[in-house]
């Protein structure tokens, strides 16, 4: 008898001890794991923000000569001008970062590259942490940090190596803060006020950010609205959505005011041609690495996302709550603004085009989205989930296999700027007629004539070189 209470003593003992120390390993291994994929991530991120202040070219690109038009940028801040369009845009962040950089150093251009490359970075981890929450932390956060790897792919160099394109940068975070706080699980009226504060911020950073806020809006209501007419909620359910809906409107509303059709735009291509879709399903190919031309790829994709969706809603009686809403949306959200770039240019210009590198920042969060709607499919099987991620990763990463050749993209990208460098020397000099074709389409010697009048930091810069 007292051998066998010595026995079952021991093999208590042995099961707490096991207990206990499972969870403790778990924890280390999951710590360690968080420490490397961080790190992982902050090199390559450093690595490339290195790269970018080493290529970087003091001298304005496309778009950024229209702030040296007459009324536009000055030392007084016109707030004509900060809310007026750019084509169909409204880039209120953008141009109120150039003015603060113009006041501080003269608007030197790298430093702007500069930021607008942290504010990307600081987009890539709102990204990552929302990830992390949403799938309710079943993943470990160093796993979230090796996925992000992938949206630090030197395919989108366009957008680095150009200050003006923040605007993207902001639309982006802001629809991220936005699903964040507007689907989160604990509703109050400080997280629902932020939620729609991010909602009109990104509507006035870029036009995706007007389209994104809408699919937000629409979710978000459908979401409160199923929640109390389902589960007899409060009537604070029905206060939440009326506020928002009404901010969101009222802001849409005013962002359309003097809204036209930019007279250079091609026609508008419509989904019921096949030219609308081939170019949308090969923009949405490109965040995941794939380059070539073929429709294929990105239909996959799409296919890929369906289903977890169908799976989340059709659990829930096809109507959305948080998690699935928070899903629905951002899915939602990106692939409307790349629908909307697809209307707007798949009829006037190659299908190539598709693949330019500014939309790759657009099409690649359904990485990390694709990976949470799974993540909420599997959350109770945690075997199919990390089996199921690992593959995931494997095949995100083989199609990325060759998208990693920095140097090469941002030196060809810094020649060409240098040659705008020598155009306006020559003009400055007498020698040329500002026709810098590298860097704008038209002649630029009253953009130029500006700038030397307000003493940018270019200018000074090419006169110190003479």
């Known amino acids: 008898m007292d051998t066998a209470n010595q026995d079952n003593r021991l093999w208590t003992r042995c099961g707490t001890f096991?207990?206990?120390?499972?969870?403790?390993?778990?924890?280390?291994?999951e710590a360690g794991l968080l420490v490397f994929g961080a790190l992982v991530f902050s090199i390559i991120y450093l690595c490339q923000l290195n790269l970018i202040a080493t290529y970087a070219v003091n001298v304005p690109y496309w778009d950024e000569w229209e702030n040296l038009r007459e009324g536009n940028l000055s030392s007084e801040l016109s707030w004509s001008w900060l809310i007026a369009r750019h084509n169909e845009h409204r880039i209120v962040l953008t141009k109120l970062l150039t003015w603060v950089l113009f006041r501080c150093n003269g608007w030197d251009l790298v430093v702007q590259q500069i930021v607008n490359y942290m504010i990307f970075g600081v987009l890539l981890v709102s990204l990552i942490f929302w990830a992390w929450t949403a799938c309710e932390r079943r993943v470990p956060l160093g796993l979230w940090f090796l996925l992000g790897l992938f949206l630090l792919a030197p395919t989108n160099h366009e957008n680095h190596l150009w200050g003006f394109q923040s605007q993207i940068h902001f639309a982006l975070l802001f629809l991220v803060i936005a699903v964040f706080f507007l689907f989160h699980t604990s509703a109050c009226w400080c997280r629902i006020f932020v939620g729609t504060t991010a909602a009109v911020l990104g509507m006035y950073s870029f036009s995706s950010g007007a389209i994104s806020a809408l699919i937000v809006v629409l979710v978000f209501a459908v979401v409160k609205l199923s929640v109390f007419f389902r589960c007899g909620r409060s009537r604070q359910d029905l206060l939440h959505t009326f506020f928002v809906v009404s901010v969101v409107g009222l802001a849409f509303a005013l962002w359309l005011v003097g809204y036209e059709t930019p007279a250079h735009h091609p026609d508008l291509t419509w989904p019921h041609q096949r030219l609308f879709w081939d170019f949308l399903s090969n923009s949405v190919s490109l965040g995941f690495g794939f380059d070539n031309v073929s429709g294929g790829y990105g239909i996959a994709i799409l296919v890929f996302l369906a289903v977890p969706l169908v799976v989340l809603l059709g659990r829930n009686r096809w109507l959305p709550d948080c998690r699935g809403g928070a899903i629905l949306a951002f899915s939602g959200a990106i692939l409307a603004s790349l629908a909307s770039i697809a209307l707007g240019r798949a009829g006037g210009f190659p299908l190539h085009l598709s693949k330019a590198s500014r939309y790759f920042e657009i099409s690649s969060p359904l990485i990390v989205v694709i990976a949470v709607a799974w993540c909420l499919v599997l959350r109770k099987r945690p075997k199919p989930l990390?089996?199921?991620?690992?593959?995931?990763?494997?095949?995100?990463?083989?199609?990325?296999?060759?998208?990693?050749?920095?140097?090469?993209?941002?030196?060809?990208?810094?020649?060409?700027?240098?040659?705008?460098v020598q155009c306006i020397e020559a003009y400055y000099s007498g020698r040329g007629d500002a026709n810098c074709h590298r860097s704008y389409a038209n002649p630029i010697n009253e953009q130029l004539d500006r700038a030397q009048r307000l003493n940018l930091s270019f200018y000074r810069d090419i006169e110190r070189s003479e």
């Not at 096991?18 to 291994?29: S, V």
């Open 18 to 29: 096991f207990c206990n120390a499972w969870p403790a390993r778990w924890r280390r291994a």
């Open 386 to 420: 990390y089996t199921l991620m690992a593959v995931y990763f494997m095949s995100v990463g083989t199609a990325f296999v060759n998208n990693w050749d920095f140097r090469i993209v941002y030196e060809a990208e810094s020649r060409f700027r240098q040659q705008t």
